[in-house]
């Protein structure tokens, strides 16, 4: 048998490149946060069928608890925080099978009341990154476990003021800081150090809403976009305030949707007052804003658009309806007649787009510009589904009232 020599520089650079694969494979499976890594609905790693099945195949199902909040996926386990008895806990599971690998109890959770007393589980979901969950219940208890063991780090549990309807901002790791916006008409923009959890900078008197901040980039420079109840802010990492552009809601809207980015562009659409897009610009060491659009027809609830091939797609604010929007210019390019939800989440999986609307069902459609183009409908849920769901490889995973299941498309 003939044996082939090759010189050592030829190995080292074909091990390189399969480990550059494989490391890049496992950074699009992960999806550590809400709306994904980026926090802007976009898998990367679905593996989408020739052609869709009548029905997902169920692979498994488990009682978890009670959570609006969205399970979120690294290193092959899912992690999510629910309210158990009368607890708020945080899970790890085996994402293959369900199996439960470690539960932590964070806190006792507080009793919600008023409007949001049929939510009384968190809605605020999970961040998981260099080896840290962190989680944030409806009450402000903001916890830092070992994602391995789910030993406590560090917590804190100083406020204790909430917005109307509770805690719904989902925390973010950036710069080695969790960033989280907390209390209620009151509230602050805190930066914990991730590590200890001591307060690195505070932003005060910044009234709380149940919109999660998202990293943009202006130039060179990496910034917060952070909506709060009356305003987006931009936000440098190290706690100063860059603009403000005046965001107020109106008829009944609080700027639940989390803004969405493509560069220097800012798409807002919860205010009550359709969507609108802003540019932000940096001169020396100052920052502005220009209202590029408005179209005052079609805005969001709770929900949050994808941007997708330069069209925005979501569900309309009164009755979830489905439209689409030219990006650019902002003019409505389609609008479906079909009533969902005005609580809805929006996935981009590549070739289709994916929604889960509150009533249970799962639509997959395509991204087209010209009119709405229905691939499939699922019903996966019996209760009502406020979180979004998780989606890797070719499985979905989707947590309604109480279960999480695992789907797969065959």
Same mark, same amino acid.
């Given at each position: 048998?003939?044996?082939?020599?090759?010189?050592?520089?030829?190995? +080292?650079?074909?091990?390189?490149?399969?480990?550059?694969?494989?490391?890049?494979e496992?950074?699009?499976?992960?999806?550590t946060?809400?709306?994904g890594?980026?926090?802007?609905?976009?898998?990367?790693?679905?593996?989408?069928?020739?052609?869709?099945?009548? /029905?997902?195949?169920?692979?498994?199902?488990?009682?978890?608890?009670?959570?609006?909040?969205s399970?979120?996926?690294?290193?092959?386990?899912?992690?999510?925080?629910?309210?158990?008895?009368?607890?708020?806990?945080t899970?790890?599971l085996?994402? =293959?099978?369900?199996?439960?690998?470690?539960?932590?109890v964070?806190?006792?959770?507080?009793?919600? *009341?008023?409007?949001?007393?049929?939510?009384?589980?968190?809605?605020?979901?999970?961040f @998981?990154?260099?080896?840290?969950?962190?989680?944030?219940? @409806?009450?402000?208890?903001?916890?830092c476990?070992?994602?391995?063991?789910?030993?406590?780090?560090?917590?804190?549990?100083?406020?204790? =003021?909430?917005?109307? +309807? &509770?805690? /719904?901002?989902?925390p973010?790791?950036?710069?080695?800081?969790? @960033?989280?916006h907390?209390?209620?008409?009151?509230?602050?923009?805190? #930066?914990?150090? #991730?590590?200890?959890?001591?307060?690195?900078?505070?932003?005060?008197n910044?009234? #709380?809403t149940?919109?999660? %901040?998202?990293i943009?980039?202006?130039?060179?420079?990496?910034?917060?976009?952070?909506?709060?109840e009356?305003d987006?802010?931009?936000?440098?990492?190290?706690g100063?305030?860059?603009?403000?552009? %005046?965001t107020?809601?109106?008829?009944? &809207?609080?700027?639940?949707?989390?803004?969405?980015?493509?560069?220097?562009?800012?798409?807002?659409?919860?205010?009550?007052?359709?969507?609108?897009?802003?540019?932000?610009?940096?001169?020396?060491?100052?920052?502005?804003?220009?209202?590029?659009?408005?179209? %005052?027809?079609? /805005?969001?609830?709770?929900?949050?658009?994808?941007?997708?091939?330069?069209?925005?797609?979501?569900?309309?604010?009164?009755?979830?309806?489905? &439209?689409?929007l030219?990006?650019?210019?902002?003019?409505?390019?389609?609008?479906? *007649?079909?009533?969902?939800n005005? +609580?809805?989440?929006?996935?981009?999986?590549?070739?289709?787009?994916?929604?889960?609307?509150?009533?249970?069902?799962?639509?997959?459609? =395509?991204?087209?510009?010209?009119?709405?183009?229905?691939?499939?409908?699922?019903?996966?849920?019996?209760?009502?589904?406020? #979180?979004? %769901?998780?989606?890797?490889?070719?499985?979905?995973?989707?947590?309604?009232?109480?279960?999480?299941?695992?789907?797969?498309v065959?």
């Amino acid at each position: 048998m003939k044996t082939l020599n090759f010189p050592l520089s030829v190995i +080292f650079v074909l091990a390189s490149v399969m480990f550059l694969s494989c490391g890049k494979e496992k950074s699009n499976s992960e999806w550590t946060g809400w709306r994904g890594p980026n926090r802007d609905g976009v898998v990367k790693n679905f593996h989408s069928p020739a052609e869709w099945p009548a /029905g997902l195949t169920k692979v498994w199902t488990k009682n978890v608890g009670l959570c609006d909040a969205s399970p979120v996926f690294a290193d092959d386990r899912i992690f999510l925080h629910v309210k158990q008895n009368e607890n708020e806990v945080t899970l790890c599971l085996d994402a =293959e099978s369900g199996k439960e690998l470690w539960q932590t109890v964070n806190n006792v959770s507080p009793e919600v *009341t008023g409007g949001a007393r049929p939510h009384p589980g968190p809605r605020s979901t999970p961040f @998981v990154a260099e080896g840290k969950v962190f989680t944030l219940g @409806v009450g402000g208890a903001l916890n830092c476990l070992d994602a391995k063991t789910g030993q406590v780090i560090w917590k804190n549990e100083e406020c204790t =003021e909430v917005p109307d +309807f &509770f805690v /719904g901002m989902s925390p973010l790791l950036v710069d080695n800081k969790c @960033v989280v916006h907390l209390g209620g008409k009151n509230g602050s923009i805190v #930066a914990f150090d #991730a590590n200890t959890g001591e307060k690195v900078w505070t932003i005060d008197n910044e009234p #709380a809403t149940y919109s999660s %901040p998202i990293i943009m980039k202006v130039g060179s420079e990496q910034v917060l976009a952070v909506q709060t109840e009356t305003d987006l802010l931009g936000v440098s990492l190290d706690g100063n305030v860059l603009w403000r552009i %005046p965001t107020p809601g109106e008829r009944r &809207f609080y700027n639940s949707s989390t803004p969405v980015i493509a560069g220097q562009i800012i798409y807002i659409a919860g205010q009550g007052i359709g969507t609108k897009s802003f540019k932000i610009e940096k001169t020396g060491n100052e920052y502005t804003w220009s209202e590029n659009w408005h179209n %005052p027809e079609f /805005g969001v609830s709770f929900n949050s658009p994808v941007l997708k091939e330069g069209y925005l797609y979501g569900h309309e604010a009164r009755l979830g309806k489905l &439209f689409c929007l030219d990006a650019a210019t902002g003019e409505t390019a389609w609008a479906d *007649t079909t009533s969902h939800n005005r +609580f809805a989440s929006a996935l981009d999986l590549g070739n289709v787009l994916l929604s889960v609307t509150a009533k249970g069902d799962l639509l997959v459609y =395509e991204p087209n510009p010209e009119k709405y183009e229905e691939k499939a409908v699922y019903e996966i849920s019996s209760t009502e589904v406020y #979180a979004h %769901p998780l989606v890797s490889g070719n499985k979905i995973y989707t947590k309604d009232k109480e279960t999480l299941t695992c789907w797969e498309v065959l």
